[in-house]
């Protein structure tokens, strides 16, 4: 069965992409196959990576173009991001539309991680949509817990509708260095807002940064990164553990 998940926060700067690209390499390092659709017009996740921003990607897929996703290392492939994705013909589209489109493709990697953008509602809500689970990135700065929550709440009224979209959906303490007073009382400030939400951490490892820099995998970069174990619990939570 294909995992298929979302990841996003309304606030930029926050880590986004860099644990896109992460996890891609934890599921490319245990060997599964993994689809990555980046859904931000800036294209960060697909140049950290090694592709090409701005290639034919993401928003022709949404177009309906026939279009194969791009192999760019063993195991990861990518519906590229891109400014095309601000189009008046995918800004049109309903919500459902990805959703649909990935299942008439018959697109059946075992692993698909959507990268929302931070800053367009209509493709985070294409993006959340076609997941089945999301993760949230957070930092220590309330405009992110502010956003955190506003995705949470429309993932909660979707689901309370009955309406296609994740199921369910974990918050990512990211790029946390507990030498910083605010990131040591992150954890309380979470736990009073989300109780009942599990919690994750990803720490801020320079092994991360220079991986997307060189363009490469994590696991290919340093196969003994510091952030491996954290992305573990976090599969695991994703397999349904």
Request: net charge negative.
């Amino acid at each position: 069965m294909t995992i298929s998940v979302a990841i996003g926060c309304r606030k930029g700067g926050v880590g986004k992409s860099a644990l896109s690209a992460a996890l891609a390499s934890y599921f490319a390092r245990e060997g599964r196959s993994v689809l990555l659709i980046d859904l931000d017009p800036q294209g960060n996740v697909t140049f950290g990576l090694g592709g090409e921003p701005g290639a034919r990607g993401a928003a022709e897929f949404l177009k309906g173009e026939e279009i194969i996703p791009t192999l760019l290392h063993d195991h990861i492939s990518i519906l590229a991001g891109g400014p095309e994705l601000n189009s008046v013909e995918v800004s049109s589209l309903e919500p459902e539309a990805l959703r649909d489109l990935i299942s008439d493709h018959q697109l059946a990697p075992e692993v698909i991680i959507i990268d929302l953008p931070p800053y367009s509602e209509h493709l985070e809500r294409l993006g959340l949509v076609a997941a089945d689970q999301a993760l949230i990135p957070v930092i220590a700065h309330p405009f992110a817990i502010s956003g955190a929550a506003r995705i949470a709440g429309l993932i909660d009224a979707r689901r309370h509708r009955q309406r296609p979209g994740p199921s369910r959906y974990a918050l990512v303490q990211s790029m946390i260095d507990l030498r910083r007073n605010l990131d040591k009382t992150l954890q309380e400030s979470l736990s009073e807002l989300f109780p009942e939400t599990p919690t994750f951490g990803f720490r801020q490892d320079i092994s991360v940064a220079y991986s997307l820099t060189e363009q490469l995998p994590l696991h290919v970069f340093d196969p003994r990164a510091k952030v491996f174990p954290e992305l573990e619990e976090i599969g695991v939570w994703l397999n349904g553990g």
